[in-house]
């Protein structure tokens, strides 16, 4: 038998304790052990519940249960979920995690640590909620060279910009509807910003090229700015606004970036709609394959987790190898080098001066018009890095005809 403690009976926590008891058959099978809920910890009660029998306030008592040998940290956020994961892993227990904060910002060392204790430190659940994706990364495409892998990786913007489209509503009247039904958080900058995918693709990225991707070097744009007039162009132009993560090598390091962009109707990811996630990975010899799926909710997630607790248990007394060199810091190319190419919205009292001084600046682009707003138009610009294209813009808002610069969308290349 195997004992796994639960820190945290929130929404992935109660989900995991679900998970092991309604699938405790199917565990025994595909892990060749029982595997059994022995402690779940919680400064809450939870009265009439059966978690009761196992409910503990005291982390000390699943640190220093012997039969424990595996944890599921479900507590979210660095601290204290990095003081009992570094402690669990030195006492020799794996832990699994759905915390893409501390596995962005500390996964390098926790795995450090567990290799160092003979067990595991594995995050399934970290990105893409139910979707797999980080085992067929390192499992199923061991034998490639990753190019390139990118998706949209959060479902509450997802939700968001579907919304908007279809039901033609601004970016604050989803956002309540998206916070009633539980989708957003009560602070939703996490999601809406853009920071949540940017640490799952620092994740993907550090899992597909096999150094650590910092984050924190990562461009990252949010969907805050783009309004129903955005929408309106992206119909235009028969493409659909998206919150993509992306992540290839390039010649100057690894060029990764989250923002909004325009992909056009065709492409395999406009089909991916609500708080659907999915990710496209780019192999040097199995081609293009893509991983689609719940990107959150209680019981994907969770079988995620448990999915994870299944795979320590196989490999009890070793350390599973998930190709992420820990040692080594990834060099990720300054957003100036990446190649760009967008829409710009323009607004102009004078159109005629204005497409001159553009013609000007970045040569022959596409102008696009929209009825429904008569004091602006768009321009579809060539591809070009995205240092040289700031400093057009730059230079375009001073030229005749031309006022404000009310939005850049990036578009797929
Ligand atoms: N807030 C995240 C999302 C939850 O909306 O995708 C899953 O990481």
């Not at 025994?28 to 052990?33: C, H, I, T, Y």
């Not at 640190?63 to 669990?88: H, S, Y």
């Not at 810091?329 to 004078?350: F, G, H, L, P, T």
């Not at 159109?351 to 000007?360: D, G, P, T, V, Y």
Request: one cysteine or more; aromatic letters at 6%.
């Amino acid at each position: 038998m195997t004992g796994v403690a639960i820190l945290g009976f929130g929404t992935v926590g109660s989900g995991v304790y679900d998970v092991i008891n309604t699938n405790s058959g199917v565990l025994e099978l595909k892990s060749g052990d029982k595997i059994e809920v022995k402690k779940v910890l919680d400064l809450r009660d939870f009265p009439g519940n059966p978690v009761e029998k196992v409910l503990t306030k005291d982390f000390e008592e699943i640190l220093n249960d012997p039969d424990i040998g595996i944890i599921a940290e479900a507590m979210g956020g660095v601290e204290p979920a990095f003081t009992f994961t570094k402690r669990a892993l030195a006492m020799g227990k794996s832990v699994v995690t759905s915390n893409k904060e501390l596995v962005a910002k500390h996964g390098p060392e926790l795995m450090k640590l567990a290799r160092t204790n003979g067990v595991s430190y594995l995050f399934e659940a970290s990105v893409g909620g139910g979707i797999p994706i980080i085992r067929p990364l390192c499992v199923s495409l061991a034998a490639d060279e990753i190019l390139e892998i990118s998706g949209i990786l959060n479902g509450t913007t997802n939700y968001i910009l579907t919304k908007m489209t279809e039901e033609g509503k601004s970016f604050d009247e989803v956002l309540k509807d998206a916070q009633q039904l539980g989708y957003a958080e009560a602070n939703p900058a996490a999601d809406v910003e853009g920071h949540d995918a940017c640490r799952k693709i620092a994740i993907l990225s550090s899992l597909a090229f096999g150094e650590t991707v910092n984050y924190e070097h990562i461009y990252t744009e949010g969907i805050t700015k783009i309004t129903h007039i955005d929408i309106e162009y992206s119909k235009k132009l028969n493409c659909l606004i998206k919150l993509i993560g992306s992540s290839k090598k390039s010649k100057n390091g690894i060029s990764a970036k989250v923002s909004p962009c325009l992909i056009s109707k065709e492409h395999p990811l406009s089909a991916v709609n609500g708080v659907y996630n999915a990710i496209f990975v780019k192999g040097n010899m199995s081609g293009n394959t893509m991983y689609y799926g719940s990107g959150a909710g209680k019981l994907p997630t969770a079988s995620a987790v448990v999915a994870d607790i299944v795979d320590a248990v196989r490999h009890k007394g070793l350390t599973v190898n998930i190709g992420w060199d820990c040692d080594v810091q990834a060099c990720v190319a300054d957003i100036k080098e990446a190649d760009v190419k967008a829409m710009i919205r323009i607004a102009s009292d004078n159109f005629e001066a204005a497409k001159k001084s553009i013609i000007e600046v970045f040569g022959d682009v596409q102008f696009v018009d929209l009825d429904v707003q008569d004091d602006e138009f768009a321009i579809i610009t060539n591809e070009e890095t995205e240092g040289s294209m700031a400093e057009k813009v730059e230079k375009i808002a001073t030229m005749s005809g031309v006022g404000e610069i009310r939005n850049l969308i990036r578009m797929e290349a």
